[in-house]
């Protein structure tokens, strides 16, 4: 856990590109309606406009995935060197790979969780052992916050199997590595999360078993009402809240307490992953696998620096990748 403390300085990647990106080409990002998924378009964009790329991106719904996969269908329109995927389960999207395997056109899922292994998807950004080191590290701090005797509410989010990962992780490293601790576990799917449903199911869960002292979500950012929500109920101070995928609001909630603790998640670095991992097949090179773990820090009040939306460390790690791309 020490490791994720402290922010890196150096970007994992390594291995330098053959040469400077061809500039001209165009890279497709389709887009789902959660905040976070705009954050990280923002880094994709970013990222194709530093190589020289045009940058297009499509909406889809992630309630309707037939908005994903028409959008799919169209950006092979665009003639782009590669398409990149945020968020949505592969199984809802699998059906488009022979569509552009046929087509020559990579495809870069990122935050989607696990996929088949096949040479047209070429990386998988911000993959299943990336979602379980999440976990584990919220468990690190749960137990050592708790004094390895804590009982806490593990809230999943399976509907988006990058979520499921996380809470995966967490409750098997507490099984693991805390024999006194107690998980209660929880499952809510995207309809309770756009409802805000989510919040008063942690609540009821709470009111049920008051000895509840920790709730850990796999995406603290779908419940930002929850501390109101805990001092409506009178719980207010008795619980501490922890979880993934910290936002600037989490971030700012670490300040006043309201959290305890998130991972911090570089979701504009894992736009620039996606683009590296694009020049690299473009290039004939091999994907490394560090293009799976986009940065990461475990966050709380004490080593929190400034929030933000998207935990991007080192820095100066756009100029580094600019390095490997030969554009400086």
Known sequence: MKTYLTPPTKISITAPLNSAPEAGKTLVYLQCEQPQCQVVGVGVQAAAEAAGWQFRSIPFQSTNPSTLTAGLTQALRYNPVAVSVVAEPYPLWSSSVPQYQQAGVPLIPVFVGPTDNNPTLIANVSNPDYSALQGQLLSAWFIADSNAEGKVLSVSIPDYPYLGAVSAG????????????????????????????????????????????????????????????????????????????????DEEGLKTGQFAAVTGTGAYYAGWLVVDAALRHSQGLPIPPESGFPSLGLLTKDNLVQPTDSYDVPADYADQFKALWKLR
């Open 170 to 249: 967490f409750e098997a490293a507490v099984a693991k590595d805390c024999s006194k601790c107690e998980v209660t576990k929880i499952k809510v799917g995207v309809p309770d999360v756009g409802s805000g449903a989510i919040n008063s199911t942690i609540v009821s869960a709470l009111r049920k078993d008051p000895s509840i002292k920790y709730v850990v979500v796999s995406n603290v950012a779908f419940v930002h009402p929850l501390p109101a929500a805990l001092s409506a109920a009178g719980l207010s101070g008795k619980v501490k809240i922890a979880g993934c995928c910290g936002t600037k609001t």
